[in-house]
């Protein structure tokens, strides 16, 4: 799997890919990196990559022309018969969530341009790019940050890049959960600020721990995310015993809260 990542400022990326667990997929090779500035494609002394918007406003442009360079140079380096796509971070694109990085953590990988300044000339997108991706409703100074967060979030789903090979099974959103959001998660000491960690966990008993687990997780995704309960209800995820433990908890809270109660679960 090959990332090549086209950056005018590539230097950010240095953390990301020498620290933490992920470190390992990126020095392995198992997901490639591999950075591009295209300022080192841009002509003239001063290697111009941005300019004025035409029709006037605040903010540059980047220039489709270096854009170009680059990605001819990428592609000549990658030779594929079946380019990877060309991917543009962007707020208009598509909302990244835990399917997309399934499917890219599958994948041969892509090219991924970050933008930076007001964007990028729009006949360099409506040529080349092949799918724009966002990271949410708000705006960033430029695509770095979407760039690390698909990197950090594909290269964790990599075969034997987390200490415990499945772990991320167990992760919010994840298929083996069902779809649903993790449950909540504690360590020592037994005992803080007179808060005992729940009497479950201490059991021993795998099972209890993992009913335990299975309904707290049942319980947050009620509260906080319930379309995503919905969905895994819809898909025949949910069993009598989930159903019946959903049923208790919006009863519950129907007695102690009668005005909110079980609206928010
Ligand atoms: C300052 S932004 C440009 C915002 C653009 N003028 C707009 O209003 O949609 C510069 C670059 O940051 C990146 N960016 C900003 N917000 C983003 C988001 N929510 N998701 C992904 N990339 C984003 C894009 O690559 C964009 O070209």
Same mark, same amino acid.
């Given at each position: 799997?090959?990332?090549?990542?086209?950056? %005018? #400022?590539?230097?950010?990326?240095?953390? &990301?890919?020498? *620290?933490?667990?992920? @470190?390992?997929?990126?020095?392995? !090779?198992? /997901?490639?990196?591999?950075?591009?500035?295209?300022?080192?494609?841009?002509?003239?002394?001063?290697?111009?990559?941005?300019?004025?918007?035409?029709?006037?406003?605040?903010?540059?442009?980047?220039?489709?022309?270096?854009?170009?360079?680059?990605?001819?140079?990428?592609?000549?380096?990658?030779?594929?018969?079946?380019?990877?796509?060309?991917? %543009? #971070?962007?707020?208009?694109?598509?909302? &990244?969530?835990? *399917?997309?990085?399934? @499917?890219?953590?599958?994948?041969? !990988?892509? /090219?991924?341009?970050?933008?930076?300044?007001?964007?990028?000339?729009?006949?360099?997108?409506?040529?080349?790019?092949?799918?724009?991706?966002?990271?949410?409703?708000?705006?960033?100074?430029?695509?770095?940050?979407?760039?690390?967060?698909?990197?950090?979030?594909?290269?964790?789903?990599?075969?034997?890049?987390?200490?415990?090979?499945?772990?991320?099974?167990?992760?919010?959103?994840?298929?083996?959960?069902?779809?649903?959001?993790?449950?909540?998660?504690?360590?020592?000491?037994? /005992?803080?600020?007179?808060?005992?960690?729940?009497?479950?966990?201490?059991?021993?008993?795998?099972?209890?721990?993992?009913?335990?687990?299975?309904?707290?997780?049942?319980?947050?995704?009620?509260?906080?995310?319930?379309?995503?309960?919905?969905?895994?209800?819809?898909?025949?995820?949910?069993?009598?015993?989930?159903?019946?433990?959903?049923?208790?908890?919006?009863?519950?809270?129907?007695?102690?809260?009668?005005?909110?109660?079980?609206?928010?679960?």
């Amino acid at each position: 799997m090959r990332f090549d990542i086209i950056t %005018l #400022f590539p230097e950010l990326f240095a953390p &990301l890919l020498t *620290s933490g667990i992920t @470190r390992r997929a990126y020095e392995s !090779g198992l /997901v490639d990196v591999r950075l591009w500035n295209p300022r080192d494609h841009a002509e003239g002394n001063y290697r111009r990559v941005d300019d004025r918007s035409f029709g006037g406003g605040p903010g540059m442009v980047m220039l489709a022309e270096p854009l170009f360079k680059c990605l001819t140079a990428i592609r000549a380096e990658r030779q594929e018969t079946n380019p990877a796509p060309l991917v %543009l #971070f962007s707020p208009i694109g598509q909302t &990244l969530n835990h *399917s997309a990085v399934e @499917r890219w953590s599958h994948s041969a !990988g892509a /090219v991924l341009l970050c933008g930076r300044y007001e964007g990028v000339d729009q006949r360099f997108i409506d040529q080349y790019v092949d799918q724009q991706i966002s990271l949410g409703d708000f705006v960033l100074s430029g695509g770095e940050i979407a760039a690390m967060a698909l990197l950090d979030a594909v290269a964790r789903l990599q075969p034997g890049v987390l200490n415990d090979e499945g772990s991320h099974q167990l992760d919010s959103f994840n298929p083996a959960l069902d779809g649903l959001l993790d449950s909540p998660h504690y360590t020592r000491p037994e /005992v803080w600020q007179d808060h005992a960690v729940p009497a479950e966990l201490m059991s021993g008993h795998h099972a209890h721990i993992a009913r335990w687990r299975r309904e707290q997780s049942l319980r947050l995704t009620a509260q906080h995310r319930p379309e995503l309960l919905e969905q895994a209800r819809l898909s025949g995820k949910l069993s009598r015993q989930d159903e019946v433990f959903l049923k208790a908890t919006r009863s519950k809270a129907d007695i102690e809260n009668p005005e909110q109660g079980s609206k928010k679960l």
